[in-house]
DNA sequence: CTTGTGGTGCTTACAACGTAAACATGGCGA
DNA sequence: TCGCCATGTTTACGTTGTAAGCACCACAAG
């Protein structure tokens, strides 16, 4: 048989720069073919369709960057680093979240190695599997749902210059305070996400401490 | 001048009950138009494109259904009643999520009033405009990071089924033992929202009360 | 009453998309 | 050497968003 020129790898490869220069609309069964000096129709030979590409995509884009190994003794370090790690991820790949939400949620054996590391983060913790689940999807919520809010969507426009410009003149004076909030000071994205992450871990913790009838089980000291 | 048969606002309802009915993926110009028996180009005299149309039908959503008037005097009564309201909004309109996500987000008008709602919970907290943003948005996100995981896309496969079906035989312990966990007990996804909900009020709650510099300034005890 | 005039909806047309179907090709087992 | 079949190509079809031009009609101006 003839000597395959294509790879499934290769294809997502191709199709996740793609997406990275020119967004997920950009990512066309002919347009990556292209770019691999094929037809549109050859990707077709190493995936189903286009959907299953998308999800090959987020499946490779999930375990692209690994958590650190070994992971921090203490769960929160060790949720603190991976939610970074996602958060992070989103920018590299603007496409990423809305790939996902297009799609429906994908868990790809990469993804679930990752939900696995996760999850051993609270080995320690005498909490039951499904309330580890739980206080996780709380935390991969909020990495999702503010890197949705901010990624930069498409066109060049700042995501900071539309918000002022669509607070401004609104009438509202509580949004309008914020502008002005935002305008003096430095608008610092990382800043505004580890804000928010040092209030979910607080609530996490909040949990693990303070409930009577489950007691934390020999948890580390962090150092 | 010829008297108009359609208007912008019935346009948008239509599109609406299309996107309810069938999916985002079925607000199409020509499909939304002969629901109104007009063709489908009719609608450009209302609306510049599809993307502005699915704008429209995010805020028109976006204000569905009012906040309670008058808002809970405690920020956190006022913060549990809007998440909830917004968790039911997007079980209301799995759509919702997806069109959000592939348009940039969206800053309408009701949106912005909704903002202005919430903003207000805080206004008994001494705490900085921006701040207040921040805390907003880790609420935001959570909900939205959650109802994006666990709402039925497209084809109408149980979500539940879908994981259950996908975290056995990967071989991840974890993984697995919470499969066991989901099995016998019920799957009671608002359960799991008001778990995660608490969790994040209860980081926001610290937060507000436990900083030394900017103590709270007569926030009123909750009934 | 007649006559623009401009807002409204319709028709046609086109490029781009996903993908089904038939075809061409070339290396390997027999 | 022959045939097979996996791989990549070509062609084609239906659907999409939307640009361009046309047909209509109600009102303002004359």
């Known amino acids: 048989m003839a000597r395959p020129t294509l790879s499934r790898e290769q294809i997502v490869a191709t199709a996740i720069e793609v997406a990275d220069d020119g967004g997920l609309?950009?990512?066309?069964?002919?347009?990556?073919?292209?770019?691999?000096?094929?037809s549109g129709m050859a990707l077709y030979r190493h995936v189903a369709n286009r959907e299953a590409l998308l999800e090959a995509m987020i499946d490779a884009v999930a375990g692209e960057f690994g958590y650190p190994e070994p992971r921090p003794a203490h769960w929160r370090d060790a949720l603190a680093a991976m939610a970074w790690q996602d958060w992070r991820s989103y920018f590299a790949h603007p496409?990423?979240?809305?790939?996902?939400?297009?799609?429906?949620?994908?868990?790809?054996?990469?993804?679930?190695?990752?939900?696995?590391w996760a999850l051993a983060a609270f080995d320690d913790v005498d909490v039951k599997p499904h309330e580890k689940l739980r206080?996780?999807?709380?935390?991969?919520?909020?990495?999702?749902g503010l890197a949705l809010t901010w990624t930069p969507q498409g066109d060049g426009e700042s995501v900071r210059q539309y918000w002022t410009e669509r607070l401004l003149g609104t009438g509202l004076n509580r949004l309008e305070a914020i502008v002005g909030d935002l305008g003096e000071g430095e608008f610092d994205l990382d800043a505004d996400f580890e804000f928010g992450l040092r209030r979910v871990l607080d609530g996490i913790e909040l949990y693990l401490t303070t409930r009577p009838e489950r007691p934390v089980k020999a948890a580390p000291d962090r150092q």
Do not use: I, K
Not at 95 to 116: D, H, I
């Open 25 to 38: 609309d950009a990512v066309t069964m002919r347009l990556v073919g292209q770019r691999l000096n094929a």
């Open 95 to 116: 496409w990423f979240l809305v790939a996902t939400a297009t799609c429906r949620p994908v868990l790809g054996p990469r993804m679930l190695q990752s939900m696995e």
């Open 135 to 144: 206080l996780l999807s709380v935390l991969y919520s909020y990495v999702q």
